[in-house]
């Protein structure tokens, strides 16, 4: 990409790009009302369903301040900026990843 646009801020492009989507996703979850679709056809509580739509919820959120707090970090102590961004990129899809738990417990303990 800088190929093209010398003067182009890529990794602020790809922090701001990660952190609204982490976001976007937090917010979906946390006003989900009974969770994923997938859940529910797979036959999951909707208790279990509301606990970890919010638990998702959380965690998209709490990745999404990744980017603000190491900014912030960044200007009294002196670490590799690289890591915020790693840790967004690796935090995004393990916290969606984890979707599947709710599956896997019910089909350990079917209804």
Known sequence: MNAFWDDFPTLTALYAWITGLSLLLGA???????????????????????KWARIQGVLFLVNAAVWPVGVLLGHFVSFDRDFV???????????????????????????
């Open 28 to 50: 979906g979850c946390l006003a989900a009302k009974t969770g994923a679709a997938a859940w529910r056809r797979r036959g999951v509580s909707l208790k279990t369903r509301k």
């Open 85 to 111: 961004l790693m840790t967004q990129m690796l935090g995004l899809p393990v916290i969606g990843l984890l979707g599947v738990l709710p599956v896997l417990a019910a089909k350990k303990h079917p209804q």
